[in-house]
C-alpha cells in the first residue's frame, strides 16, 4: 500500500494548512506550524489512531526537544512500520532537523496512508488526549499550560492573595457593569468578524496552494518530458527547456527560445535543400554518363 504512493501522487499536493488541520481535528491538537510535529509523536499518534493499541504509547515522548528524544520516538514509529509491515523509508537525521519541507512531505504521505486505511474517516471511539497522558510523561494539552503560567504570573503580582475569585465575591458591587457588558458584547462581535475573515483568508490560500500546485505538477510533467532521451535535443524541448529554466525573472526567454526555434528550423530546411539539389546534381551526373 505504502509503495504504491509515488512522488508524483496527489497525496504530495495537499497544502501545509490542510495538513495542520488534519492533525489538529483528529489529535485535539494547536499546530500552528508543521516543524511542531517534527518529534515524531504526532506520527506515532496517527498510527495509534489508525491501529488502536498497536504503539506502545508509553514510549512516546511528546515532550521530546532535543533530537536524541526526537530518535526514540522515531523508533518507535519504526518499530510500528515493521510490525505492520510498512514500507516506508525513514529518514529521521532530516525530520528531526525540523525542516519544513521534508516533514511536510511526510506528514502528506502519512496523511494519505491513514486515508487509505481508514477511508479517510475520523475514528470518533479514539480518545486522542487519553492516549496521551499514557506516555512517558504526564501530558497537558498546551491551553492548560497558558492558563496556569497566567494564574501564576497573577500570584506573582498579587502576593497574599490566594484565591482572585473569592477577592471578587467579597468585594462587593462593582461599578460600570453596564459599560463592561456593552464593551464585552462589541468585543465578541469583533472577536466573530476577524474569525470569519481569518477564516476566509485560510480559504483562499488554500485555494491558491492547491492552485499553485496544479499548475507545478503540469509544468513538471513538461520537464520529465523533455528530458526523455528520444526527445531532449529536439529543437521544440530544446526552446521549453530554455523558458522552463530561466533564471532572470524581470525578462522573458520566450523571445530567446522563439530565435533558437527559428534558427534550428532555419538549418534544418536548409541542410534538407541541400541534401535535395546534391541529390539532383548526383541523379544529373548519372544521366549525363549514360
Given at each position: 500500500?505504502?509503495?504504491?504512493?509515488?512522488?508524483?501522487?496527489?497525496?504530495?499536493?495537499?497544502?501545509?494548512?490542510?495538513?495542520?488541520?488534519?492533525?489538529?481535528?483528529?489529535?485535539?491538537?494547536?499546530?500552528?506550524?508543521?516543524?511542531?510535529?517534527?518529534?515524531?509523536?504526532?506520527?506515532?499518534?496517527?498510527?495509534?489512531?489508525?491501529?488502536?493499541?498497536?504503539?506502545?504509547?508509553?514510549?512516546?515522548?511528546?515532550?521530546?526537544?532535543?533530537?536524541?528524544?526526537?530518535?526514540?520516538?522515531?523508533?518507535?514509529?519504526?518499530?510500528?512500520?515493521?510490525?505492520?509491515?510498512?514500507?516506508?523509508?525513514?529518514?529521521?537525521?532530516?525530520?528531526?532537523?525540523?525542516?519544513?519541507?521534508?516533514?511536510?512531505?511526510?506528514?502528506?504521505?502519512?496523511?494519505?496512508?491513514c486515508d487509505s486505511i481508514n477511508g479517510g474517516i475520523m475514528n470518533e471511539n479514539y480518545?486522542?488526549?487519553?492516549?496521551?497522558?499514557?506516555?512517558?510523561?504526564?501530558?497537558?494539552?498546551?491551553?492548560?499550560?497558558?492558563?496556569?503560567?497566567?494564574?501564576?504570573?497573577?500570584?506573582?503580582?498579587?502576593?497574599?492573595?490566594?484565591?482572585?475569585?473569592?477577592?471578587?465575591?467579597?468585594?462587593?458591587?462593582?461599578?460600570?457593569?453596564?459599560?463592561?457588558?456593552?464593551?464585552?458584547?462589541?468585543?465578541?462581535?469583533?472577536?466573530?468578524?476577524?474569525?470569519?475573515?481569518?477564516?476566509?483568508?485560510?480559504?483562499?490560500?488554500?485555494?491558491?496552494?492547491?492552485?499553485?500546485?496544479?499548475?507545478?505538477?503540469?509544468?513538471?510533467?513538461?520537464?520529465?518530458?523533455?528530458?526523455?532521451?528520444?526527445?531532449?535535443?529536439?529543437?521544440?524541448?530544446?526552446?521549453?527547456?530554455?523558458?522552463?529554466?530561466?533564471?532572470?525573472?524581470?525578462?522573458?526567454?520566450?523571445?530567446?527560445?522563439?530565435?533558437?526555434?527559428?534558427?534550428?528550423?532555419?538549418?534544418?530546411?536548409?541542410?534538407?535543400?541541400?541534401?535535395?539539389?546534391?541529390?539532383?546534381?548526383?541523379?544529373?551526373?548519372?544521366?549525363?554518363?549514360?
Amino acid at each position: 500500500m505504502a509503495s504504491n504512493i509515488g512522488i508524483m501522487d496527489s497525496a504530495y499536493f495537499v497544502g501545509r494548512n490542510e495538513i495542520l488541520t488534519w492533525i489538529n481535528n483528529r489529535l485535539q491538537l494547536n499546530l500552528s506550524r508543521i516543524e511542531e510535529a517534527a518529534s515524531g509523536a504526532v506520527q506515532c499518534q496517527m498510527m495509534d489512531m489508525t491501529y488502536p493499541g498497536v504503539v506502545p504509547m508509553h514510549k512516546v515522548n511528546f515532550d521530546a526537544k532535543t533530537e536524541y528524544d526526537m530518535i526514540q520516538n522515531y523508533k518507535v514509529l519504526q518499530e510500528v512500520f515493521n510490525k505492520l509491515k510498512i514500507e516506508k523509508p525513514l529518514e529521521v537525521n532530516r525530520l528531526v532537523k525540523g525542516r519544513p519541507l521534508d516533514n511536510l512531505e511526510f506528514l502528506q504521505w502519512l496523511k494519505r496512508y491513514c486515508d487509505s486505511i481508514n477511508g479517510g474517516i475520523m475514528n470518533e471511539n479514539y480518545n486522542p488526549v487519553e492516549r496521551r497522558c499514557k506516555g512517558g510523561k504526564d501530558r497537558h494539552p498546551r491551553g492548560a499550560q497558558k492558563i496556569s503560567k497566567s494564574l501564576q504570573a497573577s500570584n506573582l503580582h498579587n502576593p497574599g492573595t490566594g484565591d482572585t475569585v473569592g477577592l471578587n465575591k467579597t468585594s462587593g458591587p462593582t461599578q460600570g457593569k453596564p459599560y463592561a457588558a456593552a464593551g464585552g458584547a462589541n468585543s465578541s462581535g469583533e472577536i466573530q468578524a476577524l474569525s470569519k475573515e481569518i477564516t476566509d483568508l485560510k480559504l483562499s490560500v488554500d485555494l491558491l496552494e492547491k492552485e499553485r500546485d496544479f499548475y507545478f505538477a503540469k509544468l513538471r510533467d513538461i520537464e520529465v518530458l523533455c528530458q526523455t532521451s528520444e526527445l531532449e535535443e529536439v529543437p521544440i524541448a530544446v526552446a521549453v527547456k530554455k523558458i522552463l529554466y530561466a533564471a532572470d525573472a524581470k525578462e522573458s526567454p520566450l523571445a530567446e527560445a522563439q530565435e533558437y526555434l527559428y534558427q534550428s528550423l532555419n538549418v534544418g530546411e536548409a541542410e534538407d535543400e541541400g541534401e535535395a539539389k546534391g541529390e539532383a546534381e548526383a541523379e544529373a551526373e548519372t544521366e549525363t554518363d549514360h
